[in-house]
């Protein structure tokens, strides 16, 4: 038997709660259980996924991005701005253009934070207001509104590019389920991106073996807002309306869904895929509870608050009772090894 | 019918009140003003801003208009900071489309007390206290009336719908969906109207969409969604229409004509209804002037005129004991054949 990695482990864990909710939404609610629920949360994840993408790469660093929410509002917005006056543009430009906007906010993020040294809670605190004011100024209360968009643009979230036993893959669930794919890749084969675990478990350590932390910090920024920029054009497509308020919200549910994945607060641990299976739990627990009858509209968010909460703990848990079963195994293994080796 | 009778009433009321004149207003007065709308960044505060512009210029008011809000994330805190900015400032007159409930109540009276006339539009607050008056877009319980009418036409008659609101703590959503539920409960001819669920999309494009798409989930005999908000209208529109259930679930409420053209004419949304930001920016305007200046009193009854839109009376708010509006009204129906004309 191959031996499981404890990030493996902590995904086939993920995968369990996962599926445990949706159980038991499914003895709650009727109807449940069906291909609409899976379009709904495919559609809602291709947005969230970008952004818990990219908050995971700040938090690895022992950072956080608390304007994401806002980045991905303002390039929205831009990225709408943009195509309704150059309505020819190349999809590739303007996907291109989202990521140079956002990635232009996570500059500003990571400079502040890598070079002048102020924590990012607070930078990213203050850059949320920033950037949001920003959209007010540049919008002048102007709304996008879909017909304003290009007919390719409007119908990219919901094109059906392949059907798995009834269940619709759209191009925009696809693109992003890719590209934190690619995130995974990188972040487990290329140097660079393991910086980034350096980082974030041991900065002394990693400067003595060589690596530059705050470049990786920045980077890590950047990399950050230009994820969040180019769900910003997921979100353009998907809404169609844009005002100022857009993206309200994504830097929270973003820290959730990684969170939730498995992403150490504290830096140096977790996985972008991690962060992508939690991002569809926060989405399906969001929801469900929308149609659960039990929970009123009032106390949604705290029932919300409290399931993020007791799927932490219960990941916690069990993932501490896995790894003691393991140091058993290993123990008990160990002296048949001893023995064999003189 | 209702028209008439109000007619009867309001010449009754100025019967009595023995050559109750319209006051008109003397321009160039100096007051400083604030337009305080629900948070920057939507279009129909917007046009409301341009319409107390347009009444600031024409009174010659050497004051100033300032347009504060707060930003959309910080709503209620926001408003509360700037209507107690502008009470310790002097400022002559709030204008204030209340986002904040009661909360902002405090604030609104330390403001009073300090000599600031506080003139609440689009969405006043609910108990009434430390607000001089309400402009009231239409009657609340004529938006009621036009929700159900509505709905009564798409759907023929009979089936469930279902209400996307804005969020929670909006005055003005709960009185009108309150209004509507009174309407369907007092006519026999909206027997078979049944309303099934009120969700709130909280005035986000994409909350609004959720709970649209979510509505359907739950209820498969949904008809039509009702949304009394620009915001809830368009998205749930564009829910339907993405997920090709036009033809199921039709969408109604109120809406701006620019951003529902194209669902009013491929049948996702027939009909809506919504009324000119413009004209309640400027009603609104015309109202605060006259107190901040002295020139109303805003007694009950008293009756003044309001520049280009004509005569208009202070009386009781039958939705909010003790509170006084100023009714402008009238609501417009959109549909296919007209949509296209005033998305102009």
Redesign the interface.
Known sequence: MTRLSPGTLRILALLLVLVLVGAFFASQ?D?YLNA??F??ISS?VAIVALIACGQTLVILTRNIDLSLGAIVGFSAYATGALVTTAPDLHPILLALGSLAIGAGFGLVNGLLVAYAGVPSIIVTLAA??IF??A??EF?????I???DLPQWLVDF??LPLFTVAGLQFRAAFVAAVVIVVLVHLALTRLRPARALYAVGSNPDAAEMAGIDARRTVLAAFVAAGALAGLAGLF?LA????????????FELKSIAAAVLGGVSINGGSGSVIGALIGAVLVDLI??SL??WDVVS??WREAVLGLLILSAVTADALLMRRLTRLRIRREKAAAPATKEATP | MMKTLGLAALLATSATMALAQAKTLTPGQEVDMVLLPK?????V??QA?EGAQEAHAELQNPGELLFQGP????SVAGQIEIMTTAGTQGVGAVMLSNNAGDQIVPAAQAAAESGTKIVTWDSPIPNGEGESVFIAQVDFEETGRVMADMAHEIMGGEGQFAVLSAS?DAANQNAWIASLESVLASDEKYANLELVET??GN????ES???A??LV??H?DLKLIMAPTT?GI??AA?AMQ??GLCEQVKVSGLGLP??M??YSLNGCAPQFALWDFRDLGYLTYQVAYGLATGQLTGEEGETFVAGRMGEYTIEADPGREGAKRVLMGPFTVYTAENVEAAAN
Request: hydrophobic share 35%; net charge negative.
């Open positions: 609610i109807n609409r629920l379009n709904r809602s949320m207001a949001r004011s959209l007010v919008s002048g209360a102007q709304s509104t879909t017909d979230p919901n979100f998907r809404f169609g309306n844009i005002t100022v308020v857009a993206g309200l919200g969001e929801n929308v149609r509209e009032f | 948070f920057l960044g939507i279009l505060f917007d801003h930003t959309p994330e910080n929670p969700v709130y005035d986000q494009s994409e969409y959720n709970r798409l979510a989930d739950s498969p915001v368009q998205a564009k993405d997920e620019a951003e053209a194209s």
